[in-house]
Every structure is written in structure tokens, then in C-alpha cells.
Nanobody
């Protein structure tokens, strides 16, 4: 079992950048990670994922030219670099982990067993 704690969310102006971090308890080598976000009144949606063992990274179409997901196994952290932020990026961002991931369903919330409590990102226009 892994525990996740997100940090880095804050208020930023449109066009700005933020880097979110997800600190995991214990080693993360055997976990794939995802970032999801949930805006008020909307469902939680996939943002980005990184598969374990060099399995690649995946991004939602809405962020693929602006966001980057990365991991540091030595530090047990997963990061989401967000550039050129837009007001529509405003949401609570959640880090999630899975020890078993099916590539075809990597964007599905149901694939992830472990979740952090989220960090608020607010982008002002």
C-alpha cells in the first residue's frame, strides 16, 4: 500500500506555470502514476499518467502541449509540470497510483487504487 501527498497548487495568472509534486510513502518503482483533476460541478478527469518500468507517459489532449509528467524513483516523487496555464485548468488536482495498470485503460480512474487528497490549482484570467 502506498500513501500519496500532493503539493504545489496555488493561485496563478493565466499564462503562468506551476509544478505539482506527489510524494509517495516507500518505493515507487512498482507503481504507475496518474494525475487527475476535478473542477467544481464536473467529474474527475484524466490529465496525465506515467507507467512503471519505463512504460511511457500519456497526456490528455487538452494538456499535451503544456503539461509534462515525470517521476523520480529515488525520491519517491511524481511531478506534473504545468505551463501556459489557462482558467479552464482550474481544479483540484489529484495524484493516483496503481501497482497493476492496463494500458488501454490508463486514463480510467478505476485503474488506480491509491489516491492523494488533492491540491487546489486556481488560474485567474
Amino acid at each position: 500500500q502506498v500513501q500519496l501527498v500532493e503539493s504545489g497548487g496555488e493561485l496563478v495568472q493565466a499564462g503562468g506555470s506551476l509544478r505539482l509534486s506527489c510524494a509517495a510513502s516507500g518505493r515507487i518503482n512498482n507503481y504507475s502514476f496518474g494525475w487527475f483533476r476535478q473542477a467544481p460541478g464536473k467529474e474527475r478527469e484524466f490529465v496525465a499518467a506515467n507507467r512503471k518500468n519505463g512504460g511511457g507517459s500519456y497526456l490528455a489532449d487538452s494538456v499535451k502541449d503544456r503539461f509534462t509528467i515525470s517521476r523520480d524513483n529515488a525520491k519517491s516523487t511524481v511531478s506534473l509540470q504545468m505551463n501556459n496555464l489557462k482558467p479552464e485548468d482550474t481544479a483540484v488536482y489529484y495524484c493516483a497510483a496503481s501497482s497493476t495498470i492496463i494500458l488501454s485503460s490508463i486514463r480510467s480512474r478505476a485503474q488506480y487504487a491509491y489516491w492523494g487528497q488533492g491540491t487546489q490549482v486556481t488560474v485567474s484570467s
